[in-house]
């Protein structure tokens, strides 16, 4: 059984310089982007991700939702980060083709239902998360999917998903997994505590208003995690 007490925190939303230095001083290890993604408040362009990444001193991990290989390539180029991150349901395929095409890290999403009553296959899901692996993903976030009427949102809910999935989805995997979707830091502690995962991952916890970085939620954050990781 995983022990994992140390905890990475990449902190996503990232729409401004001013918001890549507040989760840099804090010692959050990773700045998120979303880059041109036409669901998210928080999207950003290239030349704004290109700009953020630049003065940004802490590795920074783009977003990216049902792009095309060629297209996730040239944007690579262009802005230079430390990994990108998947957001659609990208098949391994595609993932192993940047993988192969790409210098930097490949991190994958996969996503729980945030209504707890909702049945989950976990066999499904774990050949799922083993075909991320063998495609060669260097990290898995298991985030929050959230369905209203005929719209479904991927990521960005602020609301936690099945954390008893979670957990054994995080034991079965054997490389670094993080979890996202409504962590803040009121719950930070029991998240860490029961799903134990390498990192969490965390957007609207941490905002004034969407795509607006609250300093004192992230200094709460950063210090209710030394509370756990000094255990």
């Not at 704004?48 to 977003?63: D, F, H, M, N, Y």
């Not at 998240?191 to 916890?205: F, Q, T």
Request: aromatic share 6%; net charge negative.
């Amino acid at each position: 059984v995983k022990n994992r007490i140390e905890c990475q925190v990449k902190i996503c939303g990232t729409t401004s310089t001013i918001d890549a230095m507040i989760a840099a001083e804090s010692g959050a290890d990773y700045s998120g982007i979303v880059v041109e993604v036409p669901f998210s408040e928080r999207s950003v362009s290239i030349e704004q991700a290109t700009e953020i990444t630049r003065q940004t001193p802490i590795p920074t991990v783009l977003l990216f939702f049902n792009r095309p290989t060629d297209w996730i390539i040239e944007a690579v180029k262009k802005i230079n980060p430390f990994a990108i991150q998947l957001l659609g349901h990208e098949p391994a395929e595609q993932l192993k083709m940047l993988k192969d095409s790409l210098q930097c890290q490949i991190w994958n999403s996969m996503f729980l239902p945030v209504n707890i009553s909702q049945k989950i296959d976990l066999e499904d899901m774990i050949i799922a998360l083993e075909s991320y692996i063998i495609a060669g993903a260097d990290a898995i976030l298991f985030d929050s999917v959230e369905s209203s009427g005929d719209k479904v949102r991927f990521g960005g809910t602020g609301k936690v998903s099945n954390w008893n999935v979670a957990e054994k989805l995080i034991q079965a995997c054997t490389i670094p997994a993080f979890l996202s979707g409504g962590i803040q830091p009121e719950n930070v502690r029991l998240a860490i505590e029961k799903v134990r995962p390498d990192g969490i991952d965390l957007c609207s916890g941490v905002e004034s208003k969407k795509g607006k970085r609250n300093r004192e939620k992230v200094i709460e954050l950063m210090q209710n995690l030394q509370l756990v990781s000094s255990k």
